[in-house]
């Protein structure tokens, strides 16, 4: 029998949250590229997951950006101002299948962290309320988003930081993320890797390595994580409730 797995490691954008920042991202390419070729395909292929000027650079670069390197941190605070207005507006909201998840697994007695590039994560956590009246960000037993590691994802580094603050080995950590460059990081990591497609993207996320794909995390069968297995639940067995 494999280990149990004993902590959860989660991306936000995508994953917990229905986040504004791929909007973010096409709307401040104005002035830079034509942003019609931004695509959630694109973003989901070349800048989700990866940390702010990484994601500007990959951009630019993709889309015949003129001096992409140089003007790349011009293009990141320009989607920074923008993401910013779009969190103090509200424009954003919890999926529900990753709140029941994320409750589910701390009903379970995992340990769960918070390992987005992003720096955004708590901002938005913090305004997002569960059913006894805490906020999302409070269910977690660490944050770790948006923390400076030497290399952004796919290296380990921040899921491995995750994994050290909930005191967990990492093979007994599973990696729920939205994004291929996460997917690696996870199983570069020596982690287990959950991949949920919300966009069409199955089968990117297949070819990162994930270990399973969902389309929604109330597919993820929560019982057998005790046995270190992640598996998908049969369509006949009850949704865990928040």
């Known amino acids: ?5 004993l902590a959860a490691i989660f991306d936000v954008d995508g994953v917990l949250v229905d986040s504004p920042h791929e909007r973010a991202w096409r709307e401040a390419l104005t002035g830079f590229v034509d942003p019609a070729g931004f695509t959630t395909a694109f973003y989901q292929a070349n800048v989700a997951g990866k ?6 650079r990959a951009a630019l670069e993709r889309l015949g950006g003129v001096e ?6 011009e293009y990141a605070d320009r989607k920074q101002a923008l993401i910013d207005r779009f ?5 954003f909201e919890v999926f529900p299948d990753a709140l029941r998840f994320s409750a589910a ?3 379970a007695g995992l340990r769960l962290a918070l390992a987005s590039s992003s720096k955004n994560a708590a901002a938005m956590l913090s305004r997002l309320k569960l059913p006894d009246g805490r906020t999302l960000l409070q269910l977690f037993d660490a944050d770790l988003s948006g923390r400076e590691v030497l ?3 796919p290296d380990p580094a921040l899921f491995l930081l995750a994994a050290e603050a909930v005191e967990t080995p990492p093979a007994r950590c599973v990696v729920v993320e939205d994004a291929p460059a996460g997917i690696r990081a996870a199983r570069a990591g020596g982690m287990t890797a959950l991949g949920i497609a919300r966009l069409n993207d199955e089968a990117l996320l297949r070819e990162a390595g994930a270990d399973l794909v969902v389309t929604s995390l109330d597919h993820v069968e929560i019982a057998a994580l005790a046995t270190g297995t992640l598996r998908a639940r049969t369509v006949e067995e009850p949704v865990a409730n928040a």
């Open 51 to 56: 940390r702010r000027l990484e994601g500007a």
């Open 105 to 107: 697994l701390k009903a």
């Open 87 to 91: 969190i103090a507006e509200g424009s």
């Open 1 to 5: 029998m494999r280990p149990a797995l």
């Open 151 to 153: 290399k952004g994802k």
């Open 68 to 73: 992409a390197a140089a003007r790349a941190a």
